[in-house]
């Protein structure tokens, strides 16, 4: 029984490794240099594959910051600090990336004869992206069904799994915490830098969430506001 | 008016890029560069570029092969030889390809304000490919409209155009030849030899469109069977 992980080094994916472990599966990690602003969040994914003792960690390698138009991916477009109630799309919105993630996933599954997918979005304490949506992910499970040669021919599904998609960032650190995820080797900071900066939206969601969990943050920070 | 059009360097892509350009687009070429069985698609794919005088041509770098699974991208599988009846799903189907390839060219047509992709499927002469079906197109079109800042915040959605579809491969070659498409230009053969094969899935079906549409594949070929 095996399970494709999409693993950014990040806290979501990371719980979401230790929910596929603890369900029994056995987790085919999937990650993405993406020539994404920093490679830092890929070292993390790498770190957090090796402490789950996988046989295999496949690293997409992909120029998709040629196709531009992100915070994330292009150095001249600044990362928003700490304003995570604003209502529109932010500049770190990366344009398709969930819907190009699961798709490699889909491939990877399939040809490793895994049942499902498993991808860390959530819909509550998240920074507004369309494709975190449980719509999207319903759809997007409509489509695979008709992409694969395995559900096509075999009447094999592969379900994509979201084990946080409605769960608070607080919620989410508890149960990371409860199944001994190794929180103290992810980062979240969309700067990279060897300490998160405490300031960018997606630090903020981090903090606000281990402080109303009660958890101590393992990670180091170059500063933090208090709220 | 822009359309991100899905070049493999093939006679249907490049059918689309004409029928495209017929329609008033501006062309935004696409390519991967997916570490297929040889790259004299790609090294195609840039000549019909080049000869709609594109302003650029796209080309993503990726490691697919790295998931493996395909007769196209894995040297160790066979190229299936001249046996286009057979019912099941050829070893040269690649998986999830199509889906991958349109998650990058709506990422691309949302970035560059782009209203159509255009895509050279085709579900009557082909090789029994899932994701060249009519239902995978209809539902990747839904996924794409939840999962797009365009679609979401802006009510801009993309649409993904299949101008061949419900064409058999003389009606694709009669179109290519009266809209002017450099057809010398492109190659079809999975072999990837200076000359084509003749022999491969692939080749039968160009030959046989070319010969029923009664004009001369203007390519080379190192052997043809008489039918």
């Known amino acids: 029984m095996k399970a494709v992980v999409l693993?950014?080094?990040?806290?979501?994916?990371?719980?979401?490794?230790?929910?596929?472990?603890?369900?029994?599966?056995?987790?085919?990690?999937?990650?993405?240099?993406?020539?994404?602003?920093?490679n830092r969040e890929l070292a993390c994914a790498r770190n957090v594959a090796d402490y789950y003792k996988v046989k295999r960690h496949l690293v997409i390698e992909t120029n998709m910051e040629a196709i531009g138009g992100s915070a994330l991916t292009d150095n001249s477009i600044?990362?928003?600090q700490g304003d995570i109630a604003r209502p529109d799309i932010p500049s770190t919105y990366v344009p398709a990336r969930n819907l190009i993630f699961l798709s490699y996933a889909l491939g990877y599954a399939e040809v490793n004869r895994a049942e499902k997918i498993f991808i860390g979005v959530n819909a509550l304490d998240y920074s507004g992206y369309p494709d975190c949506r449980p719509e999207f992910i319903n759809l997007f499970q409509q489509v695979a069904n008709y992409s694969t040669k395995a559900a096509?021919?075999?009447?094999?599904?592969?379900?994509?799994?979201?084990?946080?998609?409605?769960?608070?960032?607080r919620e989410i650190v508890q149960l990371g915490s409860r199944l001994g995820a190794p929180l103290e080797l992810t980062t979240s900071c969309y700067q990279g830098g060897d300490a998160a900066c405490g300031t960018c939206d997606s630090c903020l969601l981090r903090l606000k969430g281990f402080a109303e969990a009660g958890i101590s943050d393992p990670i180091l920070y170059s500063s933090t506001r208090s709220e």
């Open 78 to 80: 600044t990362v928003p």
């Open 152 to 169: 096509t021919q075999e009447g094999q599904e592969i379900s994509v799994v979201t084990p946080l998609l409605h769960l608070t960032k």
């Open 7 to 38: 693993l950014s080094g990040g806290l979501d994916s990371t719980v979401c490794m230790a929910v596929a472990k603890e369900q029994g599966f056995e987790l085919l990690p999937l990650s993405f240099n993406y020539h994404q602003r920093h």
